[in-house]
Nanobody
Framework: QAQLVESGGGLVQPGGSLRLSCAAS????????MSWVRQAPGKGLEWVSDINTGGGSTYYADSVKGRFTISRDNAKNTLYLQMNSLKPEDTAVYYCAKDRDGNMYGRYDYWGQGTQVTVSS
């Protein structure tokens, strides 16, 4: 069974930065596209970013484009989300999610437990 464990969340001031990590196990990490999805308090799930198997193709929601960077280290079976210029509206639980295959179609079959990111002054 696939397992995804997020870490790196916390409290940060507006304009600050955080780097989230997602440790993957139980599957061939390098064969699957990966995504970050978030859920703000009282809100539904919002897709944040996708990355292809090799890391060369990335996509971002308009709300985070230019501020967030998704990356992966296949040798370490780890997905990352570098978040810069954080805004209060970025406050959410952030989940990493495994795509069903190597395509970035937003079809997820495994999710991490989530890590809380709170942006507040």
């Amino acid at each position: 069974q696939a397992q995804l464990v997020e870490s790196g969340g916390g409290l940060v001031q507006p304009g600050g930065s955080l780097r989230l990590s997602c440790a993957a196990s139980g599957f061939t990490f390098s064969s699957y596209a990966m995504s970050w999805v978030r859920q703000a308090p009282g809100k539904g799930l919002e897709w944040v970013s996708d990355i292809n198997t090799g890391g060369g193709s990335t996509y971002y929601a308009d709300s985070v484009k230019g501020r967030f960077t998704i990356s992966r280290d296949n040798a370490k079976n780890t997905l990352y989300l570098q978040m810069n210029s954080l805004k209060p509206e970025d406050t959410a639980v952030y989940y990493c999610a495994k795509d069903r295959d190597g395509n970035m179609y937003g079809r997820y079959d495994y999710w991490g437990q989530g890590t809380q990111v709170t942006v507040s002054s």
